[in-house]
C-alpha cells in the first residue's frame, strides 16, 4: 500500500484556518485520498475523501495537486473541537478488501 | 441509529484468561474491522471482514480470532490474554467498496488491560 508522509505535529489559533499537508507521492490511479480524525479518548471519524477534484463538505476541505502526490485538508476556522490527531490514508478502489492503514498522523493543537 | 457499538468499555484481564470483545453495527454495512491502538501510535489492523462468513487477517492478528456469523456482529476473542495485548481496541464498518466509496464508522473502543 502506498505511504502517506504528515508532520508530527501543528498549532493554530483558534479561529483562524489550518492547513494540514500530506504527502503521497507513490499514490496510484485508483487511491483515494481519505482523512479521518481522532479526538482525545475516542474512535477515529471520517472527516472527507476525494480522487482527483478539489471537495469541499460541512467539516473541512480537500485540496488535492494536480499531480495527486499530495493533498491538503483546510479547516476554514479552527476551533478548540478540532484539536486532534489528524490522519491522511489512501484507500485503494476495487476488488478485495479496502483497508485502512493509519500512520501515526498530525496532532494539531488550537490555542484559544 | 446506534451505529458501530462496543462492549465493554472497560476490562482487565490476568494474563491467560480469555475474553471476547463484542462489536455490533446496525447500518446493514459488509465490511468490518477491528484494530488495536497502543500509546502514541496509530491504528494497527488485526483482523477485518467483507461478510458474512468471510473473515481475513490484517497486519497484527497473532492472539486473536474472529467470526462473522451475521451481518451485524463481528466479536473478537483473545484465548489467552497476554501483556502485550494491553491497547485500546476499536471496531469499524463500511458499506462494501463497490457501492460507492465512502468513510468508515467507529465504535467508541474497549480499553483492555491484561496484567
Request: charged share 15%.
Given at each position: ?55 469541499n463538505n460541512r467539516m473541512a ?52 | ?115
Amino acid at each position: 500500500d502506498a505511504k502517506t508522509t504528515q508532520p508530527n505535529s501543528m498549532e493554530s489559533n483558534e479561529e483562524e484556518p489550518v492547513h494540514l499537508p500530506c504527502n503521497h507521492s507513490t499514490i496510484s490511479g485508483t487511491d483515494y485520498i481519505h482523512w479521518y480524525r481522532q479526538l482525545p479518548s475516542q474512535g477515529p471519524e471520517y472527516v472527507i475523501h476525494g480522487l482527483t477534484s478539489n471537495v469541499n463538505n460541512r467539516m473541512a476541505s480537500l485540496a488535492i495537486a494536480e499531480d495527486r502526490k499530495s493533498s491538503t485538508l483546510i479547516l476554514h476556522r479552527a476551533t478548540l473541537r478540532d484539536a486532534a490527531v489528524y490522519y491522511c490514508i489512501l484507500r485503494r478502489w476495487g476488488t478485495g478488501a479496502n483497508n485502512l492503514f493509519f500512520g501515526t498522523g498530525t496532532r494539531l493543537t488550537v490555542i484559544p | 441509529n446506534a451505529g458501530v457499538t462496543q462492549t465493554p468499555k472497560f476490562q482487565v484481564l490476568k494474563t491467560g484468561q480469555s475474553m471476547t470483545l463484542q462489536c455490533a453495527q446496525d447500518m446493514n454495512h459488509e465490511y468490518m474491522s477491528w484494530y488495536r491502538q497502543d500509546p502514541g501510535m496509530g491504528l494497527r489492523l488485526i483482523h477485518y471482514s467483507v461478510g458474512a462468513g468471510i473473515t481475513d487477517q490484517g497486519e497484527v492478528p497473532n492472539g486473536y480470532n474472529v467470526s462473522r456469523s451475521t451481518t451485524e456482529d463481528f466479536p473478537l476473542r483473545l484465548l489467552s490474554a497476554a501483556p502485550s495485548q494491553t491497547s485500546v481496541y476499536f471496531c469499524a464498518s463500511s458499506p462494501f467498496f463497490g457501492e460507492g466509496i465512502g468513510g468508515y464508522t467507529f465504535g467508541s473502543g474497549t480499553r483492555l488491560t491484561v496484567v
